[in-house]
């Protein structure tokens, strides 16, 4: 049977241009069930009605909202991305603990797309958008799920039931995709979760307490690691433990910070969106950088969850620190990790909260049962949410036997910089590699053609031939020239925590 071959789609996204192929669409046939064949059909929609101020945006059930739908109602292609926002404080937070008095203020606008170009190009091509702040900030991920699956029913009552579903959302809101895709397969076609804690709630709060037991054992003894009372009390925290991490590298205790870095699961030499490791001096600021992340997440998001949970779900009994720090570093540790290590353990440990335990669990623990197609992608360095979560979830997928339906994606830095462009820092992405994933994601689904590493080069134009110009390649990249940092090479390592649930 010959394929129809839809004309290539252009993506144009802020100052880069992008010629993706799209593949024609597979032949239906007997062996192809009644739901699939639907969403294969590749024909136009016309919507119900148009947008307007009252029915595309507001508030529904206290969560912000907002949709878009392409201009001329009779060109929709009858598919509806979802977008989960990334990560936002409930309370004004500091961004930065070295400056606690300048916070950063509350968002809760809604959102439909990573930014309005991506946003334009998308409807362009006739895809319907629809975002939601959620009814609350912070680790929002059940709000999230429950805004989405309202926002879903909204949109299909409103404006006609999609053909197709696509969840995307960075950070946590990466993890509310999975998690509402592993609820709903039944309306859910693709998702693509992208630089997200998906080794799940549990490990990623259990992992920043192992950082901050660390930093309060070597560096700061006065931190406190659960139970803050306020936001304040835990933001003072962070500033606390930053400066005395400030003040252990200006003594040059090195040894101690690359340890806890070790623990955090920093990469060997640290790098960063704003260190490239290129210098021991480096190196010190990007394992300090990594560790204060972590700090982060032990602090002020630590506090969110302790009052969504009624209590501290984290726990460190029983981890072998000493095991956990390996020989990462050892030039840098050297004859000290001995001592290191009994310091570690003979600290007193944290037993979590069994009930907050689990209801934890609640607030995001992926199962890996991935009923459609899912591509995630990540930053090989990212401090907040390490790459091994990729690991960790990849390996949860595989005892489901889904393998075949997930394709993790990894990006890497240029080899020198100040300011990474791509590849290390938290969902650091370029606007290529995100309109590259759901281009992927969409010929996976509506044509289905694999998103093998051949779509991938393809959808990233990418080429292993150092030699071909018009191409990201591997030298472009590593010269910082490239609109992508795509690494077909890259394998994440394990998870860096006791992987207990």
Not at 89 to 110: F, K, W
Not at 363 to 379: A, C, E, F, K, Y
Request: proline residues 7%.
């Amino acid at each position: 049977m010959t394929r129809a071959r839809p004309r290539p789609a252009r993506l144009v996204v802020a100052a880069a241009t992008v010629v993706v192929a799209v593949v024609g669409s597979a032949c239906t046939s007997s062996g192809v069930d009644a739901q699939t064949a639907a969403v294969r059909d590749t024909s136009n929609v016309t919507l119900k009605t148009s947008c307007t101020k009252s029915l595309c945006s507001g508030k529904r059930s206290g969560a912000p909202f907002v949709i878009q739908v392409p201009s001329d109602n009779s060109q929709w292609n009858g598919t509806l991305l979802l977008w989960s926002h990334a990560y936002r404080a409930a309370e004004p937070v500091p961004s930065n603990p070295l400056n606690p008095s300048q916070l950063t203020p509350v968002d809760r606008t809604a959102q439909d797309a990573p930014s309005s170009d991506l946003a334009n190009v998308l409807l362009a091509q006739g895809f319907a958008l629809a975002g939601s702040a959620g009814a609350t900030n912070g680790w929002d991920t059940v709000d999230g799920v429950n805004a989405d699956k309202d926002l879903y029913s909204y949109f299909s009552k409103t404006f006609g039931t999609p053909k197709r579903v696509y969840l995307w959302g960075v950070s946590t809101g990466a993890l509310t995709v999975e998690m509402l895709a592993e609820q709903h397969p039944e309306w859910v076609s693709g998702v693509a979760p992208l630089c997200g804690p998906l080794s799940g709630t549990n490990r990623t709060l259990d992992l920043a307490l192992d950082v901050a037991y660390a930093v309060k054992t070597l560096v700061a003894p006065k931190l406190e690691l659960t139970g803050y009372k306020s936001i304040n009390e835990a933001d003072s925290q962070w500033t606390y433990a930053t400066n005395a991490l400030v003040a252990a590298a200006n003594n040059a205790d090195l040894a101690d910070i690359f340890a806890i870095a070790a623990i955090a699961g920093a990469p060997d030499p640290p790098r960063t969106d704003m260190f490239d490791a290129s210098s021991l001096e480096v190196q010190v600021e990007g394992a300090v950088q990594t560790i204060v992340t972590a700090l982060q997440t032990s602090t002020q998001v630590r506090y969110d969850v302790e009052q969504r949970v009624g209590g501290n779900p984290s726990q460190n009994t029983g981890v072998d620190y000493g095991k956990r720090i390996g020989s990462q570093f050892s030039p840098l540790i050297g004859n000290q990790l001995s001592s290191i290590t009994a310091k570690l353990a003979a600290g007193t440990r944290v037993s979590a909260d069994s009930a907050a335990r689990s209801k934890a669990d609640s607030l995001g623990n992926p199962t890996g049962s991935v009923q459609r197609p899912t591509i995630t992608m990540h930053t090989e360095y990212d401090a907040a949410y390490p790459v091994q979560n990729e690991n960790y979830f990849g390996t949860q997928v595989a005892t489901h036997a889904d393998g075949g339906r997930l394709v993790q994606v990894y990006t890497g830095p240029p080899t020198k910089y100040t300011q990474a462009p791509y590849g290390a820092g938290t969902c650091n992405f370029t606007p290529v590699e995100i309109a590259g994933v759901m281009q992927l994601l969409d010929n996976w689904v509506r044509y289905a053609v694999y998103a093998g590493p051949g779509a991938v080069a393809l959808a990233f134009n990418y080429t292993v031939n150092t030699t071909d110009s018009s191409k990201n390649n591997p030298s472009t990249i590593a010269a910082g020239k490239a609109n992508t940092g795509y690494d077909p090479n890259f394998a994440p390592p394990p998870w860096p925590g006791t992987g207990s649930g």
